[in-house]
C-alpha cells in the first residue's frame, strides 16, 4: 500500500508529515527524502527521512498536509529554520498561551503535580521539539495527551505557518 503520493510533492516544499522522529520536513525531490530535524538525547541535527513509498526498511515517513512553502534554492535548509517551523505547525506559542491562562484563571481547576498536588502549578515547556507540562518542583512531566481537551478550547485548532 502506498502512503501519501511521491509524485505531487514538490521539491524543498515545507510539508506536515507522519515519521518517527519530526512532525514537518522538507522535501527533497532528488533524493526522495524528507530533511528534518532530529533529536536525540542533547544532540540536535539535520536527518534525512526516506518516504515511505520508496519501500522498506528505510521508506518510513510521507506526508500529510502541504506544502506550506518553498524554501528557496539560494536559502540552505537549517536546524534553526527546522526547528522554528515545527514550533509553528504545532501551534506551540497558542498552547503555551492556553495553559498559562487556563493556570491563572479563578474559574477552572489548576493542572497540578501528579506527584505532589501541593507543589507550584505546571508550567508549559518546549524542549527537543516536543511540548509538554513540567512540575517547576519536582520536574515530574505531563505529556500533551495527558492534557484535558478543555484546556486548550480557546485555541483556533487551524494550523498556520508564519511568515
Ligand atoms: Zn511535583
Known amino acids: 500500500m502506498l ?9 524543498r516544499g515545507l510539508y506536515l508529515i507522519h515519521a518517527r522522529n519530526a512532525k514537518v520536513g522538507v522535501w527533497l525531490e532528488k533524493k526522495k527524502s524528507f530533511i528534518i530535524s532530529r533529536w536525540k538525547f542533547e544532540s540536535n541535527f539535520l536527518f534525512e527521512e526516506f518516504h515511505y513509498n520508496t519501500g522498506a526498511p528505510y521508506g518510513t515517513a510521507w506526508e500529510l498536509e502541504g506544502p506550506f512553502e518553498i524554501v ?13 517551523k515545527e514550533k509553528e505547525i504545532q501551534g506551540i506559542d497558542e498552547k503555551i498561551e492556553a495553559i498559562e491562562s487556563w493556570q491563572k484563571s479563578k474559574f477552572t481547576n ?20 516536543t511540548f509538554f507540562l513540567q512540575c ?19 485555541i483556533d485548532w487551524k494550523r ?3 511568515e
Not at 3 to 11: E, F, P, R, S, Y
Not at 110 to 129: A, M
Open 3 to 11: 502512503k501519501g503520493n511521491i509524485n505531487t510533492l514538490i521539491d
Open 72 to 84: 528557496p534554492p539560494e536559502k540552505e535548509i537549517t536546524l534553526n529554520y527546522l526547528n522554528k
Open 110 to 129: 489548576p493542572l497540578t503535580c501528579s506527584v505532589d498536588s501541593t507543589h507550584p502549578l505546571l508550567k508549559p515547556v518546549w524542549k527537543y521539539n
Open 136 to 154: 517547576p518542583k519536582c520536574k515530574c512531566k505531563q505529556w500533551e495527551g495527558y492534557i484535558p481537551e478543555a484546556v486548550f478550547e480557546s
Open 160 to 162: 498556520k505557518v508564519k
